[in-house]
Structures are given as structure tokens and as C-alpha cells.
């Protein structure tokens, strides 16, 4: 009896082991298929053997959610744990106002130079294009080799304040001929469909209510400056009005 005990423990264990690894290679299978849907490549090859690779990855939320728990399994996290990274990680993204694109050159041809790297690559969204707000520095500096960073895009118009990818199917990331003598006059074109991409799904739970935190008192903090700012002014125009009245004052008394 107690063998048989035992024999089926052992069988139910063996079957839980069996299910986690075939759950965990799903769940890689999983990643590895999101982040192939936002990641564009193209390569090109010389005569000579000499080569240069561009890789670019669009931070949709789908691909944000799937790198967050993909980190929070390998780690063995807690759900505080990975709250707290994901609070760091969309601080760092800026996707409330910015568009990410992480970008890797695999360069073994000619030394590139991307300085200034803001007019090396651009986002085209309907008919307009738009420089990077922001991208990592080091993209400035020649390098044979591997070079990875992140590129921000404006998410919204600097004049009107509009959304730019509402009712936006596909954006196109545009590498400029000059990235490499490699290209051969070609410009690099990469083309995501973002119809179905919604950052704000992603803000939920702790994590959101921290980031949302965090925005409002920026918030905050731009409303008191601007109302210093008019109070200041206010106070100017109250002084020349009482200088003027003062002076129409005298005036009518001679």
C-alpha cells in the first residue's frame, strides 16, 4: 500500500514538472512570437563580405506586457517586485509622451558616423515625418560593431497637443542613406501597424497609480509655475493702472 502511495506521488510530481517545463516553454515560445511581430531587420552585404545590419523594435503595449512578465518569471518576482519594475521601466519608456524604438546596428563594414543621429532617422506618421525627441547619446560616436539604444519619437503634436497615431494604422521608421556607405543611396524602411496598439492598457494596478502620481504632481508643480508667472504679470498691469489712475488724478486737479 505504501509502495503504491508513493509510486503515485511520484508520477503526480514527475507530471507537475512535466507541465511547468511544457508551460514554460510556451510561455518562451509566446515571447519570442511578440517580440518577432515588433521587431523589423534588414541586412545588406558587399562584395567583399562587409555588412551592415539594422534592427529596430516598436515598444507596443503587447511587446511591453510580454518583456515585464517574461522578466518577473526568469527573476522569480513577487507581485510587489514586479510592480516596482514595471513602475521603473514605463517611467523610463515615457510612453505617455513619447514613442520608443529600441535600434541595434550590427556593423562589420565601413566605421559608421550617425552624429548627429536625430537626421540619420526619422518616424513617418500619415504625411508628416518626425525627428527623434530624444535618443541615446552614444549613436553620436563612430563604431565598427554592435550599437544598441533607444530613439523617442513625439507621440503628440508640439503646436495642437494632438495624438498623433490616433486613427493611425502603421507608422514607418526611415534610416537616411547616410547611416552607411553599405546602403548604397537605399533608405531603410521599417512599417508597423499600430491600429490595435493601446499603451494605456498598460496602466493598471500599483504600477499605474504611482506613474499617475507622478504625472500629476509634474502637473502640479507647471500649473504653480504658471500661476506665478500670471500672478506676477497681474501684479505689473495692477501698478501701471494705479501709476495711470495717479496720474489722471493730478491732472484733473489742475
Request: charged share 35%; hydrophobic share 40%; aromatic share 10%.
Amino acid at each position: 500500500m505504501k509502495k503504491t502511495a508513493i509510486l503515485i506521488i511520484m508520477l503526480i510530481s514527475a507530471a507537475a514538472l512535466l507541465c511547468g517545463s511544457s508551460a514554460e516553454h510556451a510561455f518562451a515560445d509566446t515571447f519570442d512570437q511578440v517580440l518577432l511581430r515588433w521587431t523589423k531587420w534588414e541586412k545588406k552585404v558587399d562584395r567583399d563580405g562587409g555588412s551592415i545590419e539594422i534592427r529596430a523594435t516598436y515598444y507596443s503595449a503587447e511587446y511591453i506586457e510580454a518583456m515585464i512578465q517574461k522578466e518577473a518569471k526568469d527573476n522569480l518576482w513577487t507581485q510587489s517586485e514586479a510592480d516596482d519594475y514595471k513602475y521603473k521601466f514605463l517611467s523610463t519608456l515615457r510612453l505617455d509622451e513619447l514613442i520608443p524604438i529600441n535600434i541595434k546596428f550590427i556593423n562589420n563594414g565601413p566605421t559608421m558616423y550617425l552624429g548627429p543621429f536625430d537626421i540619420m532617422v526619422k518616424m513617418r506618421i500619415g504625411n508628416k515625418t518626425y525627428k527623434p525627441s530624444d535618443y541615446d547619446r552614444r549613436f553620436n560616436f563612430k563604431f565598427q560593431g554592435e550599437k544598441e539604444g533607444l530613439a523617442f519619437f513625439p507621440r503628440f503634436d508640439e503646436k495642437t497637443g494632438k495624438d498623433l497615431l490616433k486613427d493611425v494604422k502603421s507608422v514607418t521608421l526611415e534610416f537616411s542613406p547616410a547611416v552607411s556607405p553599405l546602403l548604397e543611396g537605399r533608405t531603410i524602411s521599417f512599417v508597423w501597424n499600430v491600429a490595435d496598439d493601446n499603451p494605456q492598457k498598460l496602466y493598471e494596478g500599483k504600477a499605474a497609480s504611482r506613474l499617475e502620481t507622478d504625472r500629476l504632481i509634474k502637473r502640479l508643480e507647471k500649473l504653480r509655475k504658471d500661476k506665478a508667472e500670471e500672478e506676477s504679470k497681474l501684479s505689473a498691469i495692477n501698478g501701471e493702472i494705479d501709476t495711470i489712475q495717479k496720474r489722471l488724478d493730478e491732472l484733473a486737479k489742475q
